[in-house]
């Protein structure tokens, strides 16, 4: 582009393409002779949301672009983590959305809603994208009708999905960075060995109170010390690689035991200035899954208010099939369970001062 071109004016509605967004609303119900007026809120939603889905995926890809490097420059983590926090703050904005819908009774909506068969946002496309590119896999999607998810779309549609579920989601790149971790062991420091220690001490400790109080009775302190056991047993599967890896095939867990162990002392070390940032970006995922989970409870909500029991337009079972969208179609599901997984600062092993010089920054005070 030469300069002329560069710096010629424009005007705010060539710019924008305002007459082109404003004027792509074409109410069915006016086309059949029978208009509905709630027809434009809800083709408006609907499009506002595939411009907020167009921003999220945009971003999406630009993160995967810079953890799709081999060693992932610590600047980009930090370019990460703020446009994770753009796509919270639009995620949030897709929950609130569905109040403006409501704002239309379910009776408004049949006054349309035969003329859309069998359109159904189970046809965005971008969603699928943003969905994939997050990292749900298809052999962890609950279908309809025995069908595959891409069964909706057309050729190029399918083969846009086929792409992005071949390369790597979100979660493939953020568990790769996370294997690379160099801080799990240093020297003579040990951090499985080490963390496996504190955590039987811990649980040591719990159980020497449960049995040292004369508050309890002999059967409520039975019943806690078998609760302590289940938790033991979480415990067991970071104290041991093969039953991790067992966990793995069987679907329940997604991440690798070495990722997991790196989220792991993210998580208990992170106030340690080199971990800041690697904790707000595993935090940062676990909030977009916590609103991606809200939408989706939220959405199915509307849709029993607006449907009851009745089948979508996409073919579903309508409701019921969205709430257990809901529940099982997790993403960073394992950064949760991270949580599990924390032990009181106070029980936490102490790292070797030469390591914790190496985890803050060179210019910090405590290191001069
Ligand atoms: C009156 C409002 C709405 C109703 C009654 C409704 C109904 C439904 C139903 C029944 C399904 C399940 C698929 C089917 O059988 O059709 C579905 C899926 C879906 N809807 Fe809506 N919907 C509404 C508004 C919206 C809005 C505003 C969006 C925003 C884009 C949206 C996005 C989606 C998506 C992405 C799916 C696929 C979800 C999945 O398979 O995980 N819906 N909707």
Redesign the pocket.
């Known amino acids: 582009m030469n300069n002329e071109a560069k710096f010629s004016s424009v005007h705010y509605n060539t710019y924008l393409q305002v007459d082109k967004i404003t004027s792509a609303q074409h109410l069915r119900s006016t086309e059949v002779g029978e208009a509905a007026h709630d027809e434009m809120l ?1 083709i408006i ?2 499009q506002v ?2 411009l907020w ?1 167009k921003q999220i995926n945009f971003e999406l890809r630009a993160i995967i672009s810079d953890f799709s490097a081999r060693n992932v420059n610590e600047k980009n983590v930090g370019i990460a983590v703020s446009r994770l926090e753009r796509i919270i703050e639009i995620m949030k904005l ?1 929950v609130q ?2 109040r403006i ?1 409501e704002t ?1 009774t379910p009776l408004d ?1 049949l006054d349309f ?1 035969n003329y859309l068969f069998p359109a ?3 046809q ?1 496309l971008q ?1 699928r994208e943003m ?1 994939v590119m997050l990292g749900l896999k298809e052999d962890m999607r609950t279908t ?1 009708n025995n069908k595959p ?1 891409h069964c909706v779309f057309s050729e190029t549609g399918r083969e846009k999905l086929e792409g992005l579920e071949k390369g790597n989601s979100l979660l493939d790149l953020v568990e790769d960075w996370l294997e690379r971790t160099p801080f799990l062991e240093f020297g003579d420091f040990n951090f499985v060995a080490e963390y496996q220690k504190a955590v039987k001490a811990m649980i040591g400790k719990e159980q020497a109170a449960i049995m040292g109080t004369d508050i309890l009775s002999e059967e409520t302190k039975q019943m806690r010390l078998a609760l302590l056991g289940d938790t033991n047993s979480y415990f067991a599967g970071i104290m041991d690689e093969n039953r991790h890896n067992t966990l793995v095939r069987e679907g329940k867990l997604k991440l690798s035991y070495k990722a997991t162990l790196a989220a792991l002392f993210i998580h208990l070390y992170r106030d340690e200035p080199i971990l800041h940032q690697p904790f707000r970006l595993l935090s940062k995922l676990v909030e977009i899954d916590d609103q991606l989970t809200t939408w ?1 409870y939220r ?1 199915a909500q ?2 029993m208010r ?2 009851g029991k009745k ?9 019921e ?2 709430a257990v ?1 809901a529940a099982r ?1 997790h993403i960073f599901s394992d950064f949760h369970n991270v949580s599990t997984l924390l032990i009181p600062r106070s029980e936490l092993p102490v790292l070797p001062e030469v390591f914790r010089k190496n985890l803050g920054f060179y210019f910090s005070a405590a290191n001069t």
């Open positions: 809800f939603t609907h949301y595939e889905f897709l959305q569905i819908m239309m909506f809603r159904s946002g189970f965005s969603f969905e309809y998810y989706r959405h509307m849709v607006m449907l089948v979508g337009t996409g073919g579903s079972s309508g409701h099939y969205l969208t179609h």
